[in-house]
């Protein structure tokens, strides 16, 4: 495991039933892909070794030590090998016969977890051959060459490199509260799960939302390996599924149906996992009674080391999504219905708590303050408000660009809400003669004195009319300190303060698309079009716009990148910049492409702003969470203003 992933495969191999040798054959052959793929661990399916479907043959004595001879060639086999394998087959411990995982490393056999949960229903029935675990006294027996304990206690697997695992067996996870729930309170970030579920019709997807719902419940990996092809057809065909999860996402399947064996692999982010866990109090609360009952003996969890094993190289797997604020294409237009509706529904709480009939809000034609409005004016409608309560204000300065200007104006004409515009120029170099600074300097005070006349403006404004100013900045804003203090950071409700820039335009584009009259989509989809800029500064020789954010602070994509695995995982630079480089690589087809040593550029640059820039955020207006990760002081993140970077920065640099 490195950088908190691990590899994981699920594999069905195929089978003869009752042939125990040739079964094994095909479980070594997978097993050498799985370690030519720097497999960690590979799981296979319920009773492998003898074939699921071998019915009363399980009564057999040949049948069972066939069985126990073919686990001790696999065995044999692994003495070399680093990669653990996990194996179903049938197991006689005294007068009972359990149906058994088998865990295998470097030529030891290191436990048997039998199975819990018989199914004994339609076309069903287990307890004819074998008894459940909790028919299971523990005892240490002799088995395959090895002196082994087995028992129903609940068994953790501990990797050389940190990560834990337990296993369950098809129908236990089928069950109300399946094995998997105590492994996972008890320690367990993994879960594999051997597996004989035969093919119905609607049976497919129901499986794959119970694991996934599993997975996510039990904020765990979960890899799934259900036997194929080789099987009894008698009366029902398996499929051969091979799944695997993280948290409730799928991240490997295999072919169903398939004649040839497979082997799915994938990387799961165990770190990933534990920070999840380690945020979330109710998995944590959850804990406490797994704690109490094994320090007051009621529960016994038996834990086994896994062997060490030899590095290799770590190449990350994974597609990376470049894009981690941005639904999928496919759920787009109603994630953006979700968010969009979570903004109004906020703001509407606040007018009527407040009692206000008048917002105001400085329009610039951008992004942001267009999304501000389209958020009022949806609010004005929802409330039966006349719209003409939303007093939009352009306030022209020194770098205000004709198209953004137009864009502002004819928005708020079509929007038909109040509009009032007031150049700022006078006022601003009135102010510059009054603390003696020269107009032809365009440095911070020349920008920030700008940003904090038009607040003063709008709260004036605020004052006179009665009313509520609304504050347009976003979330990224927020994490890099792009914002003026007591200027544009400044507001009575901010509706964009949990919106990273990224996603504004998606937002945008769906309120064009479905919300207004097509004069106002027109307008809107210039503004899309427009790049992001401040206009502090004045404008190119052909009036088009000279200061443009992402030149100044880099790239919107990485930052939220960068942003979102930050604060949702706690995740460091060093790991930061090799998911970044894989989601930005040449590879990505939907991404903008970026070398590393841009990558590593700006992720230094977002390290230093976020830190630098947190007294900003330690005094922001009130403002809706939409999504997993908010900047406010009194919902997801308290950080103090004067912490240090020094150590991310370190790691930085060592990058």
């Not at 523990?138 to 206690?153: E, K, L």
């Not at 007591?486 to 504004?504: A, Q, R």
């Amino acid at each position: 495991m490195k950088h908190g992933f691990i590899k994981v495969a699920s594999a069905v191999p195929l089978v003869k039933v009752g042939d125990c040798t040739y079964n094994v054959e095909q479980i070594i052959s997978l097993v050498e892909r799985a370690e030519e793929q720097n497999v960690e661990v590979v799981v296979f399916p319920e009773l492998c070794i003898t074939g699921y479907s071998c019915q009363d043959l399980f009564h057999q004595n040949i049948l069972l030590d066939s069985a126990e001879n073919a686990l001790m060639m696999l065995l044999d086999f692994t003495r070399k090998r680093d990669v653990i394998v996990i194996v179903g087959l049938p197991i006689a411990v005294g007068d009972l016969l359990l149906n058994c995982a088998a865990v295998v490393q470097q030529g030891q056999l290191l436990g048997l977890v039998p199975k819990t949960y018989l199914p004994n229903y339609n076309e069903f029935y287990e307890k004819r051959w074998f008894a459940s675990s909790q028919d299971l006294r523990t005892s240490n027996i002799r088995y395959a060459g090895s002196q082994i304990t087995i028992t129903s206690d609940p068994q953790l697997f501990y990797t050389c490199d940190g990560a834990i695992f337990g296993i369950e067996i098809c129908e236990d996870v089928w069950a109300p509260t399946p094995p998997s729930n105590q492994l996972v309170l008890a320690g367990a970030d993994l879960i594999f799960n051997l597996s004989a579920s035969d093919e119905l019709t609607g049976k497919h997807q129901y499986l794959k939302n119970l694991l996934a719902q599993q997975s996510a419940r039990t904020m765990a990996g979960y890899v799934y390996s259900g036997c194929g092809c080789g099987e009894s057809t008698q009366d029902v065909v398996y499929g051969g599924n091979a799944l695997l999860y993280a948290n409730g996402r799928m991240i490997g399947e295999g072919k169903r149906f398939a004649f040839e064996p497979q082997l799915c692999t994938g990387q799961i982010d165990i770190e990933r996992l534990k920070s999840e866990r380690r945020n979330n109090s109710t998995f944590v609360n959850a804990q406490r009674n797994i704690k109490d009952s094994i320090q007051n003996n009621r529960l016994s969890i038996r834990t086994i080391a896994c062997k060490a094993t030899q590095p290799h190289a770590f190449v990350l797997e994974r597609n990376i999504d470049p894009y981690p604020f941005i639904p999928s294409s496919a759920d787009m237009k109603t994630a953006c219905e979700e968010i969009f509706n979570i903004q109004v529904a906020g703001l509407a709480n606040r007018l009527m708590h407040t009692n206000s009939k008048i917002v105001i809000l400085g329009i610039s034609g951008g992004l942001d303050s267009t999304l501000a409005l389209l958020v009022c004016v949806k609010t004005f409608d929802k409330l039966k408000m006349d719209r003409k309560g939303i007093i939009g204000v352009t306030m022209p300065g020194f770098g205000t660009t004709d198209r953004t200007h137009s864009n502002a104006l004819s928005l708020m004409e079509s929007l038909r809400v109040s509009m009032r515009e007031i150049n700022i120029a006078a006022s601003v170099t009135q102010h510059f003669q009054d603390i003696g600074h020269d107009a032809d300097v365009h440095d911070v005070t020349y920008e920030n004195c700008q940003a904090r006349e038009r607040t003063q403006i709008l709260m004036d404004l605020s004052n006179e009319l009665g009313g509520l100013v609304i504050g347009t900045g976003d979330l990224s804003e927020l994490a890099l300190g792009w914002a003026t203090y007591n200027g544009d950071h400044m507001s009575m409700y901010g509706v964009n303060s949990g919106v990273p820039k990224t996603l504004i335009r998606y937002l945008v584009k769906f309120v064009a698309e479905t919300e207004v009259d097509a004069r106002s989509q027109a307008t809107l989809m210039d503004i899309i079009d427009t790049p992001i800029s401040p206009e502090l500064i004045p404008a190119d020789e052909h009036g088009e716009i000279s200061q443009k954010t992402e030149d100044l602070v880099g790239p919107y994509a990485l930052h939220d990148f960068f942003l979102y695995y930050f604060l949702r995982f706690g995740f460091r630079p060093s790991k930061l910049y090799l998911l970044a480089k894989q989601a930005f690589g040449d590879a990505h087809p939907k991404a903008e492409t970026y070398s590393d040593e841009v990558i590593k550029h700006w992720l230094k640059t977002f390290i230093r702003r976020f830190f630098s820039q947190q007294f900003k955020r330690s005094c922001l207006p009130d403002g809706p969470k939409v999504g997993s990760v908010s900047l406010s002081p009194r919902g997801d993140w308290r950080m103090p203003s004067d912490a240090s970077a020094s150590i991310w920065l370190a790691e930085c640099e060592a990058l």
